[in-house]
């Protein structure tokens, strides 16, 4: 793995009433030898919980390579489904973010300040209400919602100081069911998305964490809290992530 380079981890959610995911497993076990992602019982979800695991690849990985029709098309002839229960996670690993530590914790403050300043869009592509799963970062912070107003609209340097006080309390929550959960030593883990059986949908999912990423390595806090949305698009188009410009189509943002 190269250090200066992001992996993303999956963990697809499914739902199965009989128990019988003996396609999935013929594919994911037998006939790839687990090179790509296992099978585990998702005790989140009762027993009616499956969940398939990746190991960690770059986008480009997930994109072009990952078998993800044949995984999805093996869940579906198993009568594997979704619901709002289910989510897909999405983990990436914090040694890509920067050199040290230092530096992976300024990128994961920008990353938590995108997501927040974005969360309705984002909200159209994680397609999830997963309050008791996936709470929003800065949902309790009481003065969040009118502070991130007046610092988008007059983004000062005191703003972003400002920002940075907010998002590394955001950071701190304890416990991991929060949309960006930060609490694994090796990873920052998205746990926004609703669970899919689209691929369209599931690649969309991965392709937005990537562009996040993106944005929050590339760019300093005060040049994030000026952002519009149609800054994020271009951001998009540029990265070529077609699967989230699509699902933003659809939804009429894009």
């Known amino acids: 793995p190269r250090k200066d380079t992001v992996y993303y981890g999956v963990e697809l959610e499914l739902m199965s009433y009989s128990g019988d995911v003996s396609n999935l497993a013929n594919f994911v076990a037998l006939q790839t030898g687990e090179e790509y992602a296992y099978l585990k019982e998702d005790g989140s979800l009762g027993e009616e919980g499956v969940e398939i695991v990746t190991h960690p690849a770059t986008i480009e990985h997930h994109v072009n390579l990952f078998p993800w029709k044949d995984i999805i098309d093996a869940s579906i002839e198993d009568d594997l489904f979704d619901n709002e229960e289910a989510g897909v996670h999405v983990h990436l690993s914090r040694d890509g973010l920067a050199p040290t530590r230092a530096g992976q914790a300024n990128v994961g403050t920008n990353l938590l300040a995108v997501t927040e300043i ?12 997963a309050s ?4 929003r970062n800065m949902s309790r912070h009481p003065d969040y919602d009118g502070i991130a107003q007046m610092c988008k609209d007059e983004a000062t340097i005191d703003c972003v100081k400002l920002h940075n006080e907010l998002h590394d309390w955001g950071k701190s929550r304890k416990g991991r069911y929060v949309a960006v959960n930060f609490t694994n030593e090796k990873t920052i883990e998205f746990r926004i998305f609703r669970s899919t059986l689209d691929k369209g949908e599931l690649l969309a999912c991965i392709e937005l964490v990537d562009t996040l990423v993106h944005i929050a390595k590339t760019h300093d806090l005060n040049e994030i809290v000026r952002m519009t949305f149609d800054d994020l ?19 009429g943002r894009a």
């Open 233 to 251: 698009l271009e951001t998009v188009i540029d990265l070529g992530h077609d699967n989230l410009w699509n699902e933003w189509e659809i939804s």
């Open 118 to 129: 974005f969360f309705d869009e984002i909200y159209d592509i994680a397609k999830r209400d």
């Open 132 to 135: 008791n799963w996936a709470e």
